[in-house]
């Protein structure tokens, strides 16, 4: 999940490190993360997807940022925000909470960062370079899925026993670039989907006539609520989507699946 903050309140970076309440969000999660594996709750599958989604969420929203700068807004490199510190984009919910809550439901992992500052008024064009920051976000994503998709190719060459990597089985090294794909794969299908805050509704908006924009401006803030409301409601339509989309993605790279 993406959407756009507001530009900061000075023309000052923020300041660097985390809130004491982010910190302690964030060694909850660490924590809760940690007993799983303990207690055995949380398959390797499971901790893989935790751990791929929080750098591919990171790359997701410093491209929104870097496109923005390129297209003449620099809110969020004032803001600090063009950096793959972790730190300087955590949401501690949404990118450490959200995932392992999600993965312990069966769902699947979706999580979402700090929103990006972005000052669309300070865009080139800003109608139509607003929808380029947008959906440079997804297409990341699916050159990341790509990308790992072609390394788990030419890694699992060298191994000779038969790996499932959708149900775990085989070398922790061709699991870890296959969950890392398929991460990807979801980050830019769910961030596709045509509804406010998602970077689809980029789309959307721009294809909207301009006597309809006001009245869509004024139900947008509403609308951010409505994937979490499916996250809770329709766990299974989820489970289902996401787990069409793995096997699919699995299919494409060639990756044997069991079941």
């Known amino acids: 999940m993406s959407a756009w903050g507001p530009p900061?309140?000075?023309?000052?970076p923020r300041r660097q490190g985390l809130s004491p309440r982010a910190t302690i969000w964030i060694i909850a999660g660490a924590a809760l993360l940690a007993v799983l594996i303990r207690t055995h709750r949380i398959t390797t599958f499971e901790i893989l997807l935790v751990c791929t989604i929080v750098p591919s969420v990171i790359l997701h929203e410093v491209s929104h940022g870097a496109m923005a700068l390129f297209f003449g807004d620099d809110t969020a490199k004032r803001a600090g925000r063009l950096t793959l510190n972790p730190i300087r984009h955590i949401d501690p919910f949404g990118t450490i909470i959200l995932p392992i809550l999600l993965?312990?439901?069966?769902v699947g992992a979706?999580?979402?960062?700090?929103?990006?500052?972005?000052?669309?008024?300070?865009?080139?064009?800003s109608r139509n370079s607003?929808?380029?920051?947008?959906?440079?976000?997804?297409?990341?994503?699916?050159?990341?899925?790509?990308?790992?998709?072609?390394?788990?190719?030419?890694?699992?060459?060298g191994f000779n026993p038969r790996?499932?990597?959708?149900?775990?089985v085989g070398p922790i090294g061709p699991q870890l670039l296959f969950v890392a794909g398929y991460v990807n794969v979801l980050l830019a299908v769910f961030n596709l989907i045509p509804l406010p805050p998602l970077d689809g509704?980029?789309?959307?908006?721009?294809?909207?006539?301009?006597?309809?924009?006001?009245?869509?401006?004024?139900?947008?803030?509403?609308?951010m609520f409505v994937p979490l409301i499916l996250i809770v409601l329709a766990p299974h339509a989820l489970q289902?989507?996401?787990?069409?989309?793995?096997?699919?993605?699995a299919n494409a790279i060639g990756v044997p699946v069991n079941g």
């Open 8 to 12: 900061p309140a000075s023309g000052q």
């Open 103 to 106: 993965v312990l439901s069966g």
């Open 110 to 125: 979706i999580a979402y960062a700090k929103p990006v500052p972005v000052n669309i008024s300070r865009l080139r064009n």
């Open 130 to 157: 607003s929808v380029v920051v947008s959906l440079v976000g997804p297409a990341v994503n699916i050159v990341l899925a790509v990308a790992l998709g072609f390394a788990f190719k030419a890694l699992v060459s």
């Open 163 to 168: 790996i499932d990597a959708v149900n775990g």
């Open 201 to 223: 509704s980029a789309v959307l908006e721009r294809l909207l006539p301009s006597s309809l924009l006001p009245g869509y401006y004024r139900i947008r803030p509403f609308t």
């Open 240 to 249: 289902s989507f996401f787990r069409w989309f793995e096997l699919h993605y």
